[in-house]
């Protein structure tokens, strides 16, 4: 059994003095369209906001001119064009050769072109990766891109019913089994988000059940997909990783529920993050 409190509570440690940029992690988000902007700038906010050093951006340019806007700390890489390409993989690579993690998916939208270009990108890689949204369309059938890398795929249930064929049962315990061999099946961990979320790498299973009714807003997914991105830079195993930043997020959206009800955004919870990923009464002490 994961011990997330734990775990949590070894990442969130005090730091020593003799720390320096780099040590807790840099990653990239590969996100954004024409049309969306809004999460990669929420993946890259909350991967900062839970310890990561650095983060950067490569998205389509209308997209990463938005993003540059949100805060000076986040670093924007145009990708020529409306939407991502084949022909941006040279330059999404060499961004990529000092990261730690990637998170790839948010706002890129499917055109054909694009969901090429995640393949190629994720075939290629040797990074850890988060895969979220739309590139979950872009893996379904093209399981072999998954065997043997660190990858951690986070679809909600329709997302998961693209990815595997199988619609998700309303019955708990099916849904375990349903993560779980699916998991194994495709040699990754699936991170199924809902109102219990279930993690599970083929052979453990986690369920996660921290969150609110008020997470439905769109972005509160966004948000996730950046918490387990800081996690995995800073070296946590990837179902580790899964499971602490699920923790992690339904914590942020139980209190920003309770202040906000029916008002919340996703971008509250980036507040809770920000006051709590250190604080022990994050963790239940």
């Known amino acids: 059994m994961v011990e997330v409190k734990k775990i949590l509570k070894g990442i969130y440690r005090k730091r020593d003095n003799e720390v320096h940029k780099y040590d807790f992690g840099s990653v990239l988000v590969v996100g954004g369209s024409e049309v969306y902007s809004g999460s990669p700038a929420f993946n890259a906010i909350a991967a900062l906001r839970s310890g990561a050093d650095l983060v950067e951006i490569a998205a389509p340019e209308r997209a990463a001119n938005i993003v ?9 890489h145009q990708l020529k064009g409306k939407f991502l390409k084949k022909k941006h993989l040279k330059q999404i690579h060499e961004i990529s ?4 993690t990637v998170i790839i998916g948010g706002g890129l939208g499917r055109e054909k072109d694009t969901l090429k270009a995640v393949r190629q990108f994720l075939a290629e890689t040797k990074l850890p990766c988060v895969i979220d949204a739309d590139a979950i369309h872009a893996i379904a059938g093209k399981e072999e891109l998954l065997k043997k890398k660190k990858f951690i795929i986070t679809p909600h249930t329709h997302e998961f019913f693209i990815l595997t ?7 708990l315990k099916e849904r ?4 779980k061999k699916f998991a194994e099946k495709l040699g990754t961990i699936i991170l199924l988000k809902g109102y219990v979320d279930i993690i599970s790498d083929g052979t453990q ?13 769109g972005g509160t997914g966004d948000v996730l997909a950046g918490v387990i991105g800081a996690l995995l830079a800073r070296g946590v195993g990837c179902f580790e990783a899964a499971c602490c930043a699920a923790y992690l997020n339904g914590k942020a959206g139980e209190m920003a529920g309770r202040n906000f009800g029916d008002s919340m955004f996703a971008s509250d919870l980036l507040d809770e993050l920000s006051s709590e990923v250190s604080k022990k009464r994050l963790l239940g002490d």
Do not use: C, H, R, W
Not at 176 to 179: P, R
Not at 205 to 217: A, E, F, R
């Open 165 to 171: 064929g199988e619609k998700v049962s309303g019955m």
């Open 205 to 217: 299973v986690y369920l996660n059940k921290t969150g609110s009714p008020y997470m439905t807003k």
């Open 176 to 179: 375990e089994k349903q993560v």
């Open 97 to 100: 050769e000092n990261k730690t």
């Open 68 to 76: 540059a806007g949100f805060l000076p700390d986040l670093i924007t």
